[in-house]
């Protein structure tokens, strides 16, 4: 498979690197200016309504917030050129997997994408991510830089995998809701060497590119288009049910269902894991996140904050549900906490629950 940064030209690489370094800056270096000036306007806010009330009136925020959109516009549109520049090549190796498939890739034109997925170009991504072939490209490539770099080789995902999710020696199957373009998928099949695993997505660009890839890597996963809220999948069949970053971007309603059916598709004993993002406690970090949400096109971040998925899960008759801290850097799940971190990150955790035995 091509890794398009292996031909970037020189001034594509010098755009990238510094549209990084533009990100990293943001993070390490504005917004902890930012938390100094709110913190010198007074006591601490008690809700995060009052806490977005004051810090929209800072000196600082038009630069911060202006900064934060304008920085993911132009990762998209210097990704997007690097891409466009070689679409016949990246369209042709989709179409020409070689060798006898390891895996399978079943997509459905019939699938209905709700209206809540196709509304908004989620994260600012002109088109979203499944509109065409080569916008499954341009979101792995973008998403590489989105991660600061951090999650090359899937060390990320590694991490979740290897840090939240059990050990099940004789695992049969273990199903990725909401799988993209795999990224999250190809670690379970060094975790769960023995199980069947299967991505479900609505998007067929990204699942042509996830079953490429792997296929090129000899890793054995079903691929198929539909609706993590109705896999298709029989009751019982999954030892894990997980998914990643992709709860958030639900409305309230679609995030019950999908836990609904996670628990519909569990054995008696697995385990629904799911990678995403919880309020901190702290009403001015967590008013930074809901503001950069709608700076971000993610209008459901809220839906997810206010809903009780403890409560949803109790009521799907999973147990033992709760949340967990999650540090992205190198622990993995971290039950003391996201510790004391000067720049902005996402408030990653994870969500698990079981189905109960009998």
């Given at each position: 498979?091509?890794?398009?940064?292996?031909?970037?030209?020189?001034?594509?690489?010098?755009?990238?690197?510094?549209?990084?370094?533009?990100?990293?800056?943001?993070?390490?270096?504005v917004y902890p200016a930012l938390a100094e000036e709110y913190a010198a306007t007074g006591p601490a806010a008690d809700t995060?309504?009052?806490?977005?009330?004051?810090?929209?009136?800072?000196?600082?925020?038009?630069?911060?917030?202006?900064?934060?959109?304008?920085?993911?516009?132009?990762?998209?549109?210097?990704?997007?050129?690097?891409?466009?520049?070689?679409?016949?090549?990246?369209?042709?190796?989709?179409?020409?997997?070689?060798?006898?498939?390891?895996?399978?890739?079943?997509?459905?034109?019939?699938?209905?994408?709700?209206?809540?997925?196709?509304?908004?170009?989620?994260?600012?991504?002109?088109?979203?991510?499944?509109?065409?072939?080569?916008?499954?490209?341009?979101?792995?490539?973008?998403?590489?830089?989105?991660?600061?770099?951090?999650?090359?080789?899937?060390?990320?995902?590694?991490?979740?995998?290897?840090?939240?999710?059990?050990?099940?020696?004789?695992?049969?199957?273990?199903?990725?809701?909401?799988?993209?373009?795999?990224?999250?998928?190809?670690?379970?099949?060094?975790?769960?060497?023995?199980?069947?695993?299967?991505?479900?997505?609505?998007?067929?660009?990204?699942?042509?590119?996830?079953?490429?890839?792997?296929?090129?890597?000899?890793?054995?996963?079903?691929?198929?288009?539909?609706?993590?809220?109705?896999?298709?999948?029989?009751?019982?069949?999954?030892?894990?049910?997980?998914?990643?970053?992709?709860?958030?971007?639900?409305?309230?309603?679609?995030?019950?269902?999908?836990?609904?059916?996670?628990?519909?598709?569990?054995?008696?004993?697995?385990?629904?894991?799911?990678?995403?993002?919880?309020?901190?406690?702290?009403?001015?970090?967590?008013?930074?996140?809901?503001?950069?949400?709608?700076?971000?096109?993610?209008?459901?971040?809220?839906?997810?904050?206010?809903?009780?998925?403890?409560?949803?899960?109790?009521?799907?008759?999973?147990?033992?549900?709760?949340?967990?801290?999650?540090?992205?850097?190198?622990?993995?799940?971290?039950?003391?906490?996201?510790?004391?971190?000067?720049?902005?990150?996402?408030?990653?955790?994870?969500?698990?629950?079981?189905?109960?035995?009998?």
């Amino acid at each position: 498979m091509i890794d398009i940064e292996d031909q970037l030209t020189l001034d594509e690489r010098s755009s990238i690197d510094f549209i990084l370094t533009l990100r990293k800056r943001w993070s390490d270096t504005v917004y902890p200016a930012l938390a100094e000036e709110y913190a010198a306007t007074g006591p601490a806010a008690d809700t995060v309504e009052a806490a977005t009330g004051r810090l929209r009136e800072l000196s600082l925020y038009p630069w911060y917030s202006h900064l934060e959109r304008v920085q993911q516009k132009m990762l998209w549109k210097t990704v997007g050129e690097a891409v466009v520049n070689r679409a016949g090549e990246l369209r042709g190796q989709l179409d020409g997997v070689q060798g006898a498939p390891r895996g399978r890739l079943e997509l459905d034109p019939g699938v209905e994408l709700p209206g809540w997925y196709t509304d908004y170009d989620i994260h600012i991504q002109p088109g979203g991510f499944h509109s065409d072939d080569l916008s499954a490209y341009v979101y792995e490539l973008g998403a590489r830089i989105v991660m600061l770099r951090d999650n090359d080789g899937y060390k990320f995902h590694r991490l979740f995998t290897e840090t939240a999710l059990p050990e099940v020696p004789r695992a049969t199957r273990v199903l990725d809701i909401g799988c993209g373009f795999g990224k999250s998928t190809r670690p379970l099949t060094e975790r769960y060497p023995g199980a069947e695993v299967i991505g479900i997505d609505f998007a067929a660009p990204g699942l042509r590119l996830a079953h490429a890839e792997a296929e090129a890597d000899g890793a054995a996963i079903t691929y198929r288009q539909g609706d993590g809220r109705a896999s298709g999948v029989e009751d019982a069949s999954c030892d894990v049910v997980t998914g990643t970053m992709v709860l958030h971007e639900m409305p309230a309603e679609a995030v019950r269902e999908t836990v609904v059916e996670a628990a519909r598709l569990l054995k008696p004993g697995g385990t629904m894991s799911f990678l995403e993002f919880s309020p901190t406690g702290d009403p001015f970090r967590d008013a930074t996140i809901h503001e950069h949400a709608e700076r971000n096109n993610e209008p459901f971040f809220r839906d997810l904050f206010a809903t009780d998925l403890v409560g949803v899960c109790a009521r799907a008759g999973l147990t033992g549900a709760h949340w967990t801290p999650f540090d992205e850097r190198r622990a993995g799940r971290s039950p003391e906490g996201w510790g004391e971190r000067r720049e902005w990150h996402f408030p990653w955790a994870v969500l698990t629950a079981t189905k109960p035995e009998n």
